[in-house]
Structures are given as structure tokens and as C-alpha cells.
């Protein structure tokens, strides 16, 4: 058996007749949304077999399974990225684990530094696009066709549908709701000010080093994604400030309230 079924049976002995509707990955200074959650289930990463373990302060590793404005949900918060060199198996288990256990939408949420000055800190930013500079993709290696194809598209990575429906969210509830093309590197450095000026003009708008792979396994096995980015920072270059992990979550946790009433709003609003 696979690790991913393995963690599967594990989970659904405890959360049975559960299904989770929406999946939701909490980037840094996000993990609140979890703690808010109605009814929960909690599973540590560490007692899932083939689950990462983060490296990263503020990432916690727990997969928490509950209801949000009484829809059901399944939260993976903390994550992994490919700056930590986590084997993509692991990566894959993570979103895989969501669409087994009935998941049909994953809400990804990050923290990104903007390439635009007139986005700033402490904003929220929907992603409509990414730019994979990682030079990594976590689908390498001999395809599982019981997941999805080995060739795919990803001309509608972020759902079309989704979006709008964010978008009405959004103004329904008063919350100014950027749009913008994320730029993925592979960290875990920031970048110079000259690569800030060439992500610019390749078309990045937001700059991160996580989500992207997400994205990847998420549409392999036909999950429909949305992603939301908390602005932490102006990118290198573009402000005097110093850019730090600290700075990450200070504006991550400034921005989780407006983050959470979103989210909640959304799930709210949302139907098939
Ligand atoms: N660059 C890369 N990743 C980030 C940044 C940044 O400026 N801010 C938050 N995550």
C-alpha cells in the first residue's frame, strides 16, 4: 500500500463519516484559521505516516479536520517547501491526503513580498497566474496514473470560477482584494534588487518560494485551486526596509484577520 492510503486509513478511523468539502494550506503567520475551526479533529504531522515534518518557525505541521461557517473542511497547517529539500513524495502525500479524503477545492493562503510599490505591506492579493522559477516540480519521476496524467495543463492552474467568486466575496465584505501574477523562486535566500527589477519584467507581481508545487500536484489529481497571498514586504529594492522571516510574520499575523473574515466569507458564499 502507499504511504498516502496508509495516512488515509489512519485519518478516516478517526474522522469517519467526516468528508471534506474544501482544503485550505496556512502559510506563516496563518495558523490561526485552523485553531478557529468548529468541531475539530486534530492529527500532528509527525503521527501521519510519509507527513512532513517543517523546519520552519511558524509553521506547526498539523492536518486539522473541522467545520468553518459549517462547511466542512480540512486545514494543513504548515507546510513544506523546497528550500527545506523535502523529498517531493512528501509534498505529494500532503495534497494528495486532501483530494482522498473527498476534497474538491484547495485554498491555498502565502506570504509573498510585492513587486509593485503601490501594493503594500499588509495587503491581501489573489494569485491569477504563477511563474515556476524554482527549477523544481514534484511530479519528476514515473507518473502515478491513478492521480492524474502524466502530461497536463496548467493553463487554468487558478480557477476561473473561483476567482470570481472571491472577487464578489471580497467586495460583499469591504475588503480590498489585489490581483497578481506570483513569481516563484526556490529561496531560502531573498532575492537581489537586480532580480526583483527582471521578475518585474518577466511579469511577476508578488514574489514567494512556496505554493507553487502545491499547485502542481493539487491540478495533476484535478483539485480546483485558488490561492491568497498576504503582502509581508516590498521586494528588494523597493523599500528601505530590511526584509526578514520576523518582518514575514509580523505582517502575515497582521493580516490574518482580514485573511480569515475572506476566507470565511468565501466559504460562506460558496456552492457548486
Ligand atoms: N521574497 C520571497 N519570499 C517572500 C518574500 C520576498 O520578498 N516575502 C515573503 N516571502
Request: proline content about 6%; some cysteine; charged content about 20%.
Amino acid at each position: 500500500m502507499s504511504p498516502t492510503n496508509t495516512t488515509l486509513q489512519l485519518i478516516q478511523e478517526k474522522s469517519l463519516p467526516f468528508t471534506p468539502e474544501i482544503g485550505l494550506i496556512l502559510g506563516s503567520g496563518l495558523g490561526l484559521l485552523a485553531d478557529s475551526l468548529e468541531n475539530k479533529i486534530i492529527f500532528p504531522y509527525e503521527t501521519l505516516p510519509d507527513f512532513p515534518k517543517s523546519t520552519v518557525a511558524g509553521h506547526s505541521g498539523r492536518l486539522v479536520l473541522g467545520y468553518l461557517n459549517q462547511k466542512p473542511v480540512a486545514c494543513l497547517q504548515g507546510r513544506v517547501h523546497p528550500y527545506e529539500g523535502t523529498p517531493p513524495q512528501k509534498i505529494k502525500t500532503l495534497i494528495r491526503t486532501l483530494k482522498l479524503l473527498g476534497c474538491k477545492i484547495l485554498i491555498i493562503t502565502n506570504a509573498t513580498g510585492s513587486l509593485r510599490l503601490e501594493v503594500k505591506p499588509g495587503s491581501l492579493c489573489m494569485v491569477t497566474d504563477h511563474i515556476n522559477f524554482q527549477a523544481f516540480n514534484p511530479l519528476v519521476g514515473p507518473n502515478e496514473e491513478e492521480f492524474g496524467p502524466r502530461f497536463f495543463a496548467m493553463d487554468d492552474a487558478y480557477d476561473a470560477v473561483l476567482q470570481n467568486q472571491f472577487r464578489k466575496t471580497a467586495k460583499r465584505l469591504n475588503i480590498k482584494l489585489e490581483e497578481g501574477v506570483y513569481f516563484g523562486t526556490l529561496g531560502p535566500s531573498f532575492e537581489t534588487p537586480a532580480e526583483i527589477r527582471a521578475f518585474r519584467i518577466l511579469g511577476g507581481d508578488i514574489v514567494g518560494m512556496s505554493t507553487i508545487p502545491d499547485v502542481l500536484v493539487a491540478r495533476h489529481c484535478g483539485l480546483r485551486v485558488a490561492a491568497l497571498s498576504a503582502i509581508t514586504n516590498l521586494a528588494a529594492g523597493l523599500s528601505n526596509e530590511k526584509i526578514s522571516h520576523e518582518n514575514t510574520l509580523y505582517y502575515g499575523e497582521k493580516t490574518a484577520n482580514s485573511m480569515l473574515e475572506l476566507i470565511r466569507g468565501f466559504i460562506n458564499d460558496y456552492h457548486e
